[in-house]
C-alpha cells in the first residue's frame, strides 16, 4: 500500500505534467485573513458584487468543509499565463486607435480549462488509491477566498495588489481549489510577506484603489469596472481608464515578482492557449453587432463584459485615445444608437476629444436628445 506521502507526491507530479504551475494542499479550515474579508465588506467597496456579502457566502468562506461531506483537504492550484507586451501606435499614428485588454483574456477561457484539468487530476488519484473519492471543484468562485487558501497552503503571499505572488512563477496564473474527502498531508502555509516596502502596484495604479492592507477598492478597479460593472462609469474615473476596454494589467505589470529571473525558462501551460493577438481595433470593434461579438469571441472571457458593456469600454477608450479618427463613430452612436448608456459615453468622448466643432455637435444633440440622462451628461460636457 503506498503511503500518503508518496500519494502527494504523486498528485504533485501528476500536477506538473497536466500544465498547473503549482499544486499545493491545505486542510479546509478557516482562512487566515477572512476577519480581513468581513471589514473589506464592512467598507462597501464590493460595488455591485453584492453575492460577495451574502450570508450563504460567508459561511462557505468561513467553513469551507461543510461545501462537502467529510471534507479532509483542499488542493489548491494555479495555471500560468503569459504576460503579453501590447504595442501602442505611436502619437504620430493615431489613423488607428488601439485599445488594451488584460494579458489573461488573450487566452482561451480559463473556467472550463481549469475545471477539466481538475477532473482529470481528480481521475489519477482516483487510479492510484483505488479510493472512492468525493470532490467539488471551485474555479473562480465566491465559495471559497481562493487566494488566502493558496497562501495557506503555502503556495505564496498575497501580494499589496490582492493578488497571490509567488516567488517562483510571480503572479500572472489563474486558481482553482479542489475539496475532496481524501486525507492528504498539508504543505506549511507561506510565511512571509515578500512586497516589503515596495509599493510600485499603488504608485502606478490609475485610479489609486490599491489600499494600504493588500487590498483594494473594487468597485475603483479598471478590471471591475471593464468587466463586472454595466452602468455609467464615474465620470473621474473615465479618463483614468485610458485605452483598456477589457480588464487591467498594470499592477502587474510593474511588480518586480513578475521581473524576477527564474532559474528555469518561462513556460506557459498548455491548458490556456493565446486565442487572441494583443491590442483591439478600437475603429474595427465599435461595429461589431451583437451576433458578430459573441461570434468573435466565443470561448473568452470577454462576453463576460457583454456586447453594450464592451462597446462602452470601447467609447471611453475612444475618448482616452487622443485620436481624431473615432470622431465620426462618436457621433454616430450619439445620434443613432438605441442604448442611451452608448450615447452617454459618446458625449463625454467626443467632448474629451476636444474637436473644433465639439461645441456644435453636442449642442444639436442635446436639442433631438429625450433621455432626461443623456441629456444630463450633454450638459455637463458644455458647462465644463
Known amino acids: 500500500m503506498q503511503t500518503v506521502s508518496t500519494i502527494n507526491n504523486k498528485i504533485k507530479a501528476e500536477a506538473n505534467r497536466l500544465g498547473f504551475s503549482f499544486l499545493q494542499i491545505t486542510r479546509p479550515i478557516q482562512p487566515p485573513h477572512y476577519e480581513a474579508y468581513l471589514h473589506w465588506l464592512a467598507d462597501s467597496h464590493t460595488g455591485e458584487m453584492k453575492y460577495l456579502s451574502s ?25 500560468r499565463y503569459a504576460p503579453l507586451t501590447q504595442s501602442l501606435p505611436s502619437e504620430e499614428d493615431t489613423q488607428n486607435p488601439v485599445g488594451l485588454v488584460a494579458s489573461y483574456a488573450l487566452h482561451a477561457d480559463y473556467h472550463d480549462a481549469l475545471k477539466q484539468a481538475a477532473h482529470r487530476l481528480m481521475d489519477f488519484i482516483v487510479r492510484e488509491t483505488g479510493k472512492n473519492i468525493q470532490y467539488r471543484v471551485f474555479v473562480d468562485s465566491s465559495a471559497l477566498l481562493e487566494k488566502d487558501t493558496a497562501f495557506m497552503a503555502g503556495a505564496g503571499w498575497i501580494g499589496k495588489n490582492s493578488l497571490i505572488i509567488t516567488p517562483e512563477t510571480g503572479s500572472f496564473q489563474v486558481l482553482g481549489c479542489i475539496l475532496t474527502d481524501l486525507e492528504l498531508i498539508s504543505d506549511k502555509p507561506f510565511s512571509k510577506d515578500l512586497c516589503g516596502s515596495c509599493q510600485k502596484c499603488q504608485d502606478s495604479c490609475p485610479t489609486g484603489c490599491i489600499t494600504d492592507n493588500h487590498n483594494l477598492r473594487a468597485d475603483e478597479c479598471i478590471a471591475y469596472l471593464t468587466i463586472e460593472y454595466k452602468g455609467v462609469i464615474p465620470r473621474h474615473l473615465r479618463s483614468r481608464m485610458g485605452l483598456w476596454v477589457f480588464g487591467c494589467d498594470i499592477c502587474q505589470n510593474v511588480c ?23 491590442g483591439i481595433d478600437l475603429l474595427a470593434e465599435i461595429k461589431l453587432d451583437e451576433d458578430s461579438f459573441r461570434k468573435k469571441y466565443a470561448g473568452s472571457p470577454i462576453l463576460r463584459a457583454t456586447h453594450t458593456g464592451f462597446q462602452r469600454n470601447l467609447i471611453i477608450a475612444m475618448g482616452n485615445s487622443g485620436s481624431q479618427a473615432c470622431l465620426p463613430a462618436l457621433k ?53
Open 55 to 79: 450570508e450563504r457566502t460567508r459561511q462557505s468562506r468561513q467553513t469551507p468543509a461543510g461545501l462537502l461531506d467529510n471534507a479532509q483537504s483542499i488542493l489548491t492550484f494555479g495555471v
Open 256 to 278: 518586480p515578482w513578475n521581473h524576477k529571473p527564474q532559474t528555469q525558462p518561462f513556460q506557459v501551460s498548455p491548458l490556456l492557449p493565446q486565442v487572441m493577438e494583443p
Open 332 to 384: 454616430k452612436i450619439l445620434r443613432e444608437s438605441p442604448a442611451w448608456l452608448l450615447r452617454l459615453h459618446a458625449a463625454w468622448a467626443i467632448s474629451s476629444l476636444r474637436s473644433p466643432d465639439m461645441r456644435q455637435i453636442l449642442e444639436k444633440a442635446l436639442s433631438m436628445e429625450d433621455d432626461e440622462r443623456v441629456r444630463d451628461e450633454l450638459r455637463c460636457c458644455l458647462n465644463q
